[in-house]
T-cell receptor, first 115, second 117 residues
Framework: AQSVTQLDSHVSVSEGTPVLLRCNYS??????LFWYVQHPNKGLQLLLK??????LVKGINGFEAEFKKSETSFHLTKPSAHMSDAAEYFC?????????????FGQGTTLQVKP | GAVVSQHPSWVICKSGTSVKIECRSL??????MFWYRQFPKQSLMLMAT?????????EQGVEKDKFLINHASLTLSTLTVTSAHPEDSSFYIC?????????????FGPGTRLTVT
């Protein structure tokens, strides 16, 4: 069965410093992986996705993630945090082998950005 | 493109009444929509998968008679919380699926905050 584990429930960075949000996955198949962001009382916005193409995936707002099969990781990074990046971030894996499978969400990481 | 709307954005109702939440894909057609529930500071929990023109598929533990889902058209799915109780208070989020690039992507609505008094 597929699953994702977000290793940090809360990450705090200063504005202008790098962001690293960690995610490990478990999958019996070649996974499809996603990062979503949720601002307070808002729906989720897709940041980026990995679907077995390039292992380094670039997303919106300067975020990127690298798929590392040997480490079963899909960490989200950004070189320089902005105040507007403060939000909840979810690492997500698509379930089963079909690309129409259900999304399985991690528990989320709250990103705090300090001025 | 790929915008999903929900209505209402928030609703307060009395215990025992029913509430309907609408989910619309504004600029695309979605044969499949999903309904999630999110408790404060927690992740999203899939409640059911809604397919246009057929019965919804509910996740284990979700009462289908309490959470009625209707996907009457390719752009509209509704969730009705029947005989609502305070424990049904939550943030309900819908999502619509579209095939884009080389895979399916899900786009999420802004959510509906339900408070049952």
């Amino acid at each position: 069965a597929q699953s994702v584990t977000q290793l940090d429930s809360h990450v705090s960075v200063s504005e202008g410093t790098p962001v690293l949000l960690r995610c490990n996955y478990s999958s019996s198949y070649s996974p499809s992986l996603f990062w979503y962001v949720q601002h307070p009382n808002k729906g989720l916005q897709l940041l980026l996705k990995y679907t077995s193409a390039a292992t380094l995936v670039k997303g919106i707002n300067g975020f990127e993630a690298e798929f590392k099969k040997s480490e079963t990781s899909f960490h989200l990074t950004k070189p320089s945090a902005h105040m507007s990046d403060a939000a909840e971030y979810f690492c997500v894996v698509r379930g089963i082998s079909s690309n129409t499978g259900k999304l399985i969400f991690g528990q989320g990481t709250t990103l705090q950005v300090k001025p | 493109g790929a915008v999903v709307s929900q209505h209402p954005s928030w609703v307060i109702c009395k215990s025992g009444t029913s509430v309907k939440i609408e989910c619309r894909s504004l600029d695309f057609q979605a044969t499949t929509m999903f309904w999630y529930r999110q408790f404060p500071k927690q992740s999203l929990m899939l409640m059911a998968t809604s397919n246009e023109g057929s019965k919804a598929t509910y996740e284990q533990g979700v009462e289908k008679d309490k959470f009625l889902i209707n996907h009457a058209s390719l752009t509209l799915s509704t969730l009705t919380v029947t005989s609502a109780h305070p424990e049904d208070s939550s943030f309900y989020i819908c999502s619509a699926r579209i095939y884009r690039g080389n895979s399916y992507e899900q786009y999420f609505g802004p959510g509906t905050r339900l408070t049952v008094t």
